[in-house]
């Protein structure tokens, strides 16, 4: 079975801070996601990853950015957390060349910024 | 850009019910996917469907990608207690998103009746 962990289930912050999410996948999956998870909302895209060192904007990226130095890590960083990013952050992967394929998930960071 | 309507937004079950839900988008896709969504869990992968009219079961649920390519149903037959939770849609289409990134709905929430 694919396993995506997220360090954290639970975070507390403070505005202004720099925050780090970290995502671990174990199947050697090229494509790696997050996505922020709001009631009514849905899940919306931050950012993606094809490839190692490779990232690409999804429909929502400001005040976010992202690193992949390795195929099986993907962080997601706050640059300087504030309120309205609290919310339900979910990391994912799956395999191959294209990006239409399943999404396997981690169990999620709810992330709180005071 | 791209949108996938989901409905109903949120239903209630009594054990026993069958209960269906459906999604419809605003261009043709050629990936249909049904997750269901825990509280306190990220979205697991329930049916996966990719040629228009295929009609794909996994135990009690049954989802149908449309003819028309731009719809798709998921049914769950006999519902029981550990069926409520968070169902999402996803697809993706040939034209536009992020390079054929999976589109999600915005879920519907199964619950008991009071």
């Known amino acids: 079975d694919v396993k995506v962990t997220q360090s954290s289930r639970y975070l507390v912050k403070r505005t202004g801070e720099k925050v780090f999410l970290e995502c671990v996948q174990d199947m050697d999956h090229e494509n790696m996601f997050w996505y922020r998870q709001d009631p009514g909302l849905g899940l919306r895209l931050i950012y993606f990853?094809?490839?190692?060192?490779?990232?690409e904007k999804g429909d929502i990226p400001e005040g976010y950015s992202v690193s992949r130095e390795k195929k099986e890590r993907f962080s997601l960083i706050l640059e300087s957390a504030s309120t309205n990013q609290t919310s339900m952050y979910l990391c994912a992967s799956s395999p191959g060349a294209q990006l239409n394929q399943p999404q396997h998930f981690g169990d999620g960071t709810r992330l709180s910024i005071l | 850009g791209q949108q996938l309507n989901q409905s109903p937004q949120s239903m209630f079950i009594q054990e026993g019910e069958d209960v269906s839900m459906n999604c419809t988008s605003s261009s043709i896709f050629n990936t249909w996917l049904w997750y269901k969504q825990d509280p306190g869990e990220g979205p697991v992968l329930l049916i996966a469907l990719y040629k228009a009219g295929e009609l794909t079961s996994n135990g009690r649920l049954t989802a149908q990608f449309g003819i028309t390519r731009k719809d798709s149903f998921l049914n769950i037959s006999a519902s029981i207690p550990s069926d409520v939770g968070i169902y999402f849609c996803a697809g993706s289409s040939y034209y536009g998103g992020s390079q054929g990134n999976l589109i999600f709905g915005k879920g519907t929430k199964l619950s008991v009746k009071p």
């Open positions: 990853s094809y490839d190692v060192k490779m990232k």
